[in-house]
C-alpha cells in the first residue's frame, strides 16, 4: 500500500539566494546570501570564479543575525574583493599561457578561417566580434588533444577503463570522476603549465580505483604522476584563482 506525500512531510526547501550589500568605507561591497541545511554556523567564503563573497547561514539562522556577521566581517571582505586577480578578456593583444607559456593573441581580419598558432601568437580570423568564442574553441580543442591521450595511459597502468572525458567550464574544482568512469576536467587547465595538468589527470585516474581520499588513494596518486605532486599542488593553490579569470 502507498501513501500520498503531503507538504508538511516535504523536507524544507531553502530560499533562493540573495544579493545583499555591505557598506564599508564609502563603498558598497556586494555578498549573495545562501542557506544551507548542512551549515551550522554562519561562514563567509570567496568564489573567485563569479567575483563575489557567499555568506551561508543554516536554514534555522535568522536573517538579521546572519547579516550582522557579514557587516562585521565588512574589512575582510573588502580585502578579499580587492585581492581578486583582474579579469582577463580574449580580445586583440591580450597575452594569455598556453600550458604555461605566455602567447600574445592577434586578430587577423584579413585572413580566411579560424585560429593557428605561429611562434608564440594566437592568430584568430574572422569577424572581432566572433574572437572570444573562436579562441576558447581553440584553446579547448588544444587541451584535449594533450588531455585525452595523457587519460588513457595512466588508466591504462591501472588496468582501468574510461567511459567518457569531458570539458566543462567547473568554477567550483579541476576534476572530478563519477563511480561510472566518467572524468570531467576544467577547460581552463589549457593555461596550466604540463606537470599541473599532468597532476591533476593522476588524480582523476586514481580515483578509478579509489573513490576517496585515503591513503591508498595519495599513494596511487603519486605513483601515477611523473613528478612529485606537492609541486603542482602549490601551484595551484597560489594560481588557481587567476585561472578562473581568463576570458571573462
Same mark, same amino acid.
Given at each position: 500500500?502507498?501513501?500520498p506525500?503531503?507538504?508538511?512531510?516535504?523536507p =524544507?526547501?531553502a530560499?533562493?539566494?540573495e544579493?545583499?550589500?555591505?557598506?564599508h568605507?564609502g563603498?558598497?561591497?556586494?555578498?549573495?546570501?545562501?542557506r544551507?541545511?548542512?551549515a551550522?554556523?554562519a561562514s563567509?567564503?570567496v568564489?573567485p570564479a563569479?567575483r563575489r563573497i557567499?555568506l551561508t547561514?543554516?536554514?534555522?539562522?535568522?536573517?538579521g543575525?546572519?547579516?550582522?556577521f557579514a &557587516?562585521?566581517?565588512?574589512g575582510?571582505?573588502a580585502?578579499?574583493?580587492?585581492r581578486?586577480?583582474a579579469r582577463?578578456?580574449?580580445a586583440d593583444?591580450a597575452e594569455?599561457?598556453?600550458?604555461? /607559456?605566455? &602567447?600574445r593573441?592577434? &586578430?587577423?581580419e584579413?585572413?580566411?578561417?579560424t585560429?593557428? #598558432?605561429e611562434?608564440? /601568437?594566437i592568430?584568430?580570423a574572422g #569577424?572581432?566580434?566572433?574572437?572570444?568564442?573562436?579562441?576558447?574553441?581553440w584553446?579547448?580543442?588544444?587541451? =584535449?588533444g594533450?588531455?585525452v591521450?595523457?587519460?588513457?595511459? =595512466?588508466a591504462q597502468k591501472? /588496468?582501468?577503463?574510461?567511459?567518457?572525458?569531458?570539458?566543462?567550464?567547473s568554477r567550483?574544482?579541476?576534476?572530478?570522476c563519477?563511480?561510472d568512469?566518467?572524468?570531467?576536467?576544467?577547460?581552463?587547465?589549457v593555461?596550466a603549465p604540463?606537470?599541473?595538468?599532468?597532476?591533476?589527470v593522476? &588524480?582523476?585516474?586514481a580515483?578509478?580505483?579509489?573513490?576517496?581520499h585515503?591513503?591508498?588513494?595519495w599513494?596511487l596518486?603519486?605513483?601515477l604522476c611523473?613528478?612529485?605532486?606537492?609541486?603542482?599542488?602549490?601551484?595551484?593553490k =597560489?594560481?588557481g /584563482?587567476?585561472l578562473?579569470?581568463y576570458?571573462?
Amino acid at each position: 500500500m502507498s501513501f500520498p506525500l503531503f507538504g508538511r512531510f516535504l523536507p =524544507k526547501a531553502a530560499p533562493e539566494p540573495e544579493q545583499l550589500t555591505i557598506a564599508h568605507a564609502g563603498d558598497l561591497l556586494p555578498v549573495t546570501f545562501l542557506r544551507s541545511a548542512r551549515a551550522r554556523r554562519a561562514s563567509l567564503r570567496v568564489d573567485p570564479a563569479r567575483r563575489r563573497i557567499v555568506l551561508t547561514a543554516p536554514l534555522r539562522m535568522a536573517r538579521g543575525t546572519a547579516v550582522d556577521f557579514a &557587516h562585521a566581517q565588512a574589512g575582510w571582505i573588502a580585502a578579499r574583493l580587492r585581492r581578486l586577480p583582474a579579469r582577463q578578456p580574449f580580445a586583440d593583444g591580450a597575452e594569455v599561457p598556453l600550458f604555461g /607559456e605566455p &602567447h600574445r593573441i592577434r &586578430h587577423r581580419e584579413d585572413r580566411r578561417g579560424t585560429v593557428w #598558432r605561429e611562434g608564440l /601568437e594566437i592568430h584568430v580570423a574572422g #569577424r572581432p566580434e566572433h574572437l572570444p568564442r573562436r579562441v576558447r574553441d581553440w584553446l579547448t580543442a588544444e587541451l =584535449k588533444g594533450r588531455l585525452v591521450p595523457l587519460v588513457h595511459a =595512466k588508466a591504462q597502468k591501472v /588496468e582501468r577503463p574510461v567511459r567518457r572525458i569531458t570539458l566543462r567550464d567547473s568554477r567550483s574544482r579541476w576534476g572530478s570522476c563519477g563511480p561510472d568512469a566518467t572524468l570531467s576536467f576544467s577547460w581552463r587547465l589549457v593555461f596550466a603549465p604540463p606537470e599541473v595538468l599532468d597532476y591533476l589527470v593522476a &588524480h582523476e585516474v586514481a580515483h578509478l580505483v579509489h573513490l576517496n581520499h585515503g591513503a591508498r588513494f595519495w599513494a596511487l596518486a603519486r605513483t601515477l604522476c611523473d613528478g612529485p605532486i606537492e609541486g603542482p599542488q602549490a601551484w595551484l593553490k =597560489k594560481n588557481g /584563482e587567476v585561472l578562473l579569470q581568463y576570458g571573462g
